[in-house]
């Protein structure tokens, strides 16, 4: 048997259902990552033949104020939103992981807000909520207080899209949830016997022991920030506006890559925006290992 | 709340009616918690039947005066084309995402979960890597890549992605679903002369429906919520999507139409609902297999 004969034996039919699978790593992934380095490295506006123009685009980055803004508003996004929106998952899982019941019902309550949450008619409701005779203001004037418009305030308006974003700590409470429940129950029955309270028990048995779920949420957490979109876009009609308070990095990428169709400047954003999520993630890799705790 | 073992033994009606308040301190919280959150969604609802004057000064859930003008005027749409022709869309590019993203997905899964070739460790990390790829590195060349194929305005970029298995996630959640079913299963398939493929067919695919229901919710619901594709390919009206054509009515509109944009929003959010409701089992299954098992 020939040597590709012999090959074919032995791996033909694994490489066959493999097939679309290769077809799509190699012309949707590997061959566009490439394209897009080389982009990355030219002027290139989709209508003219790409001229090489070093690290032009990756210089200018730093001098463009917009894209410091971008990358301003997007690190308070990430630093902000993870945090809080991963205390509050942990917090309701915990209190929903006590055995009062009705646990099927709640997780559902607050799990849909996730579901929604990233569709354009959630993106719609937030703009009304937020903007001058919005829903918060109207509750505010029910109580005598007096509500600017949230939205076209520079200094608020990013906050309106991290509330938005905490409020879909559901899908990262289901997660939690699910961990807390492979906690032996053993470890709290000999710990309320040592006389430990709640408080306690929580950050002796609970915390250390979910550290692997905590991990994981923060890792897919801290991707998702870094690439949201859609509410920045709906909410400011896809200016990033007011000011560029919400100028998320994903919407000036787009703006400069498919509205402006700067295709090279837009790849080098690209390509920051994936070294800055790998290093994001390598810091969280790196620091794991002091406060992750594997079961052995 | 601290409860010693001396008076746990006494276990008297005291300290079981502390707990049962505490139960229910702890119950009213998390509704309390809960109205609050569902509030701006029931909130919508309530208001997409409202006349517009009282969405505007009304935080009450109950529409004082009742009206399905807000959906006529809604549904109408946008410079001719009805939210019908919207939802006809997406539904067609969701419907095709899913059959894709099973085919492929399911075929790459069990290649890597049961079958022996060269260099599969290899593939397989590169499909993990791809599961942490921002997409926006591989967006550029595609897009000029379809625009070069002509199929800008087209539905291909969105559905043909799928036929390749371009979502690591749904690969992943499938390799570690096949790995669970016992080798032994297989062989005797084999003895009993099924082929690599009639296995596939006969066997693995019957046993993994659960995760191909996983698999087409998910596609499902992110296909619907997809805003940023829908953006990049379509620009023309009769090809609008739902988030589309939201977007449109939004800047068309404007603020002053909040109505009718609060009932297209509504009915936009129910087949995600359906699904929700009927499916809930597997979606949390889902999202908890990436959490856990991984």
């Known amino acids: 048997m020939g040597k590709f004969k012999l090959f074919w034996k032995n791996n033909g039919i694994g490489y066959l259902f493999l097939t679309p ?47 410091l803004q971008s990358v301003k508003v997007t690190l308070i996004y990430v630093l902000l939103g993870v945090p809080f929106q991963l205390a509050f998952a942990l917090f309701i899982a915990v209190i929903l992981n006590k055995g009062i019941g009705g646990l099927r019902v709640y997780r559902a309550v607050y799990y849909v807000p996730s579901l929604f ?7 719609i409701l937030w703009r009304q909520i937020f903007g001058g005779n919005g829903l918060v203001n109207n509750i505010l004037g ?24 905490i409020w879909q700590f559901g899908a990262s409470m289901v997660i939690f949830l699910a961990g807390l429940k492979q906690v032996p129950v053993e470890l709290y029955e000999s710990a309320k016997i040592d006389g430990a309270g ?37 909410v400011s009609g896809g200016t990033g506006g007011p000011l560029n308070s919400t100028l998320f990095y994903t919407l000036y990428l787009y703006q400069k ?34 406060w992750v705790y594997y079961q052995g | 709340m601290e409860t010693s073992s001396k008076e746990m033994v006494k276990t008297n009606s005291r300290s079981k009616q502390k707990r049962e308040i505490k139960k229910l301190a702890i119950h009213s919280f998390v509704i309390a918690l809960g109205i609050v959150m569902l509030y701006p969604l029931i909130w919508m609802v309530s ?18 005066d009742w009206t399905l003008e807000n959906y006529t005027q809604g549904w109408a749409g946008v410079s001719g084309y009805t939210f019908g022709l919207f939802f006809g869309n997406t539904l067609l590019i969701v419907v095709l995402a899913i059959i894709g993203n099973v085919i492929a997905c399911s075929m790459a899964a069990y290649a890597f979960a049961k079958l022996d070739f060269k260099f599969k460790p290899i593939f397989f990390t590169l499909m993990l890597m791809t599961l942490m790829l921002p997409f926006h590195v591989t967006v550029i060349p595609q897009y000029i890549m379809f625009n070069y194929l002509d199929w800008i305005n087209t539905y291909y970029p969105l559905i043909l992605p799928k036929f390749f298995a371009v979502e690591g996630f749904f690969v992943f959640l499938m390799v570690q679903f096949i790995r669970g079913i016992p080798n032994e299963l297989v062989q005797a398939a084999e003895i ?20 191909l229901v996983t698999t087409m919710i998910f596609t499902f619901i992110w296909t619907w919520n997809d805003f940023f594709g829908q953006l990049l390919y379509i620009s023309d009206l009769k090809l609008y999507t739902v988030a589309l054509g939201l977007r449109m009515f939004l800047d068309s509109a404007g603020e002053s139409a909040w109505g009718p944009m609060f009932a297209m929003s509504t009915l936009s959010l129910i087949p995600l609902f359906g699904v929700f409701i009927f499916f809930q089992k597997y979606l949390i299954e889902g999202i908890t297999t990436g959490g856990l098992k991984g």
Request: include cysteine.
């Open chain 1, 21 to 67: 699978w290769l077809i799509g790593i190699l012309t949707l992934t590997a061959i566009p990552m490439g394209a897009s380095l080389y982009f990355s490295f030219t002027s290139y506006d989709m209508f003219n033949a790409p001229t090489w123009v070093g690290l032009d685009n990756y210089l200018s980055l730093f001098s463009d104020a917009k894209w």
């Open chain 1, 117 to 123: 949450g990233g569709s354009v008619a959630i993106a």
């Open chain 1, 142 to 165: 029910k109580f005598g207080f007096e509500g600017i418009n949230w939205i076209s305030t520079p200094d608020t308006a990013l906050y309106t899209l991290i509330i938005l974003m």
């Open chain 1, 198 to 234: 709640s408080l306690k028990q929580f950050f002796q048995i609970t915390l250390p022991l979910i550290t692997p779920v905590v991990f994981f949420n923060l890792v897919m957490g801290i991707i998702g920030a870094f690439q949201a979109f859609t509410p920045a876009y709906i």
């Open chain 1, 257 to 290: 890559g498919f509205t402006q169709f700067a295709m090279g400047y837009a790849s080098a954003m690209a390509w920051i925006l994936l070294i800055v999520i790998a290093f994001a993630t390598a810091i969280v890799f790196a620091t794991s290992k002091k």
């Open chain 2, 47 to 64: 208001s997409s039947f409202k006349q517009p004057a009282e969405i505007f000064n009304s935080v009450s859930f109950f529409p004082s």
């Open chain 2, 192 to 211: 009993d002369g099924c082929g690599r493929i009639k296995t596939y067919w006969y066997l693995i695919l019957p046993l993994s429906v659960p995760a």
